[in-house]
Each structure stands twice: as structure tokens, then as C-alpha cells.
């Protein structure tokens, strides 16, 4: 007998003192050996490799969501999501109550990615002076970043940078009513896309 600790899962903390004896390996464990799972997806922190899961998502065994949404998918594939749901009040930052739905689902998305930098902008249609737009499309930039700050604790605006496009970006035709319905939009693009292709590739593995 040496009189050295035992230390039956590898956890860092001896038999005797630890409390949860059979963490799986590679889980975060407390003073007491016990892991903890922030999100909350029955993965434990340490082998969590989606560790801000939004709550109720149905994870794989790496605590990654399974059913990943078209917006989701839209988002790693190309590092930008484009909305043209988000609505404003005429002339105003204001959103509108319709807003909230799709704003929920892209904070859900965005908040998995703590480790990305964004740039939120915002963009009008030909309808007004180019001041005015200007203006208009930097205010409903930074109303978007308050929204998903508010309302999602994990969001830091410290991620983020808000722009103002004005009508200088259309994406489709300002002659029409469907044309200007597409510009007036809010796009939420990654700024270091190299990190976003390491973490989907991590989550691949």
C-alpha cells in the first residue's frame, strides 16, 4: 500500500471525496466530481461540443442538435442569414410583433456560436431620400441588436457590429412591390468565417 488516492474515472477527483464516482471521461466536473450540463441537453459539459443548445432541442450523443432548421443550415453553409421577415413600423426603428417569431429562431441560431463575430445590417428599399434610409437602416440594425440581447442572455453585443446600408444593396427589383419587399431586410453575416468552418468541421467529427 502506497497510501495514494484512487481515482476509479479518471475525473481528477479521488474515490471517497467524489460524489457522482461514474462521470463519463472527458466531462467538466465540480469539487465533488459531479459534471454539469449548462444547456441543460443531458450532455455533459466537456463532451458537449454544441454547449448553448437552445432549450428542448433534440441533441446526438455530442449534445449537437439532430433536426437542424433551413435557416440553420443556411447560416453554415454560407455564414450569413437573410431575412426579409423582420418588420418595421413605416419610417421607424420600431419593430412589429410579427418580428418576434423569426427573431426568436435566428437568436436560438445565434447564440450557439458565442466564438463568431456578426455584423448586423440593415438595408431599405429606394422609397425615401438616401439620407433618410441611411439613417433608417442603421436605427432598425441596432433595434435587431437590442431585441437579441434583451431576450437572449447568452448574445453579447460584444460579438457584434450593427451597419446601415441604406437602398445601396438591393437584391431585387425596387420597381416592384415583391422587389421592394426583398430589400427592405435585416442580414446577419459572419466576420470571421474561418472560425465558423473550424467549428462546423469540429461538429462533423
Request: include cysteine.
Amino acid at each position: 500500500m502506497k497510501g495514494c488516492p484512487v481515482d476509479s474515472d479518471g475525473d481528477g477527483v479521488p474515490d471517497g471525496v467524489d460524489q457522482c464516482p461514474n462521470t463519463p471521461k472527458g466531462a467538466t466536473v465540480d469539487a465533488k466530481g459531479c459534471p454539469s450540463d449548462s444547456d441543460g441537453d443531458g450532455v455533459y459539459d466537456g463532451i458537449d461540443q454544441c454547449p448553448n443548445t437552445p432549450a428542448g432541442t433534440k441533441v446526438d450523443a455530442k449534445g449537437c442538435p439532430v433536426d437542424v432548421s433551413e435557416m440553420e443550415t443556411q447560416f453554415l453553409d454560407t455564414g450569413m442569414i437573410r431575412s426579409s421577415a423582420i418588420l418595421f413600423d413605416t419610417n421607424k426603428a420600431t419593430l412589429k410583433p410579427e418580428s418576434e417569431k423569426p427573431l426568436k429562431e435566428i437568436g436560438n441560431i445565434l447564440m450557439q456560436w458565442p466564438q463568431l463575430k456578426l455584423e448586423i445590417g440593415g438595408h431599405t428599399d429606394s422609397s425615401g431620400g438616401d439620407a433618410h434610409n441611411q439613417t433608417l437602416s442603421e436605427a432598425r440594425a441596432k433595434a435587431v441588436l437590442d431585441y437579441l440581447t434583451k431576450n437572449f442572455p447568452k448574445i453579447s453585443a460584444s460579438q457584434y457590429t450593427t451597419k446601415g446600408y441604406g437602398e445601396t444593396k438591393p437584391v431585387a427589383d425596387n420597381g416592384t412591390v415583391e422587389g421592394r419587399t426583398k430589400n427592405r431586410r435585416v442580414e446577419f453575416a459572419v466576420l470571421n468565417r474561418e472560425e465558423l468552418k473550424r467549428e462546423v468541421e469540429k461538429r462533423k467529427k
